[in-house]
Nanobody
Framework: QVQLVESGGGLAQAGASLRLTCAAS????????MAWFRQAPGKEREFVAG????????HYADSVKGRFTMSRDNAQNTVYLQMNSLKPEDTAVYYC???????????????????WGQGTQVTVSS
């Protein structure tokens, strides 16, 4: 079993930056694709970013491309989401997810991921 714990959320003004951290425990996730999703009130959970096990390939949602950067530190069993130039529409609960399959593929559907954190709230004011 893998436990994921997100941190780093909070309140930010438009244009500011936040860095989210997802710490994994239970076993290593170094061989697993990891992803960030977000869910705003009344909306479905949506893919934000994903990273393959080596960190050599990342995918982003069009809405965050050029502003957000996902990275990982396999030695620390941790992934990060650096969020720059935040916009009010980035307001959501952000979730970290792990794909249990050993793969080089980054899936964008939430049901492809097997382990989830509890989420961290990000609120961006205008």
């Amino acid at each position: 079993q893998v436990q994921l714990v997100e941190s780093g959320g909070g309140l930010a003004q438009a244009g500011a930056s936040l860095r989210l951290t997802c710490a994994a425990s239970g076993r290593t996730v170094s061989r697993n694709t990891m992803a960030w999703f977000r869910q705003a009130p009344g909306k479905e959970r949506e893919f934000v970013a994903g990273i393959i096990r080596s960190g050599g390939n990342t995918h982003y949602a069009d809405s965050v491309k050029g502003r957000f950067t996902m990275s990982r530190d396999n030695a620390q069993n941790t992934v990060y989401l650096q969020m720059n130039s935040l916009k009010p529409e980035d307001t959501a609960v952000y979730y970290c997810a792990a794909d249990s399959k050993v793969t080089f593929t980054i899936m964008r559907r939430a049901n492809e991921y097997d382990y989830w954190g509890q989420g961290t709230q990000v609120t961006v004011s205008s």
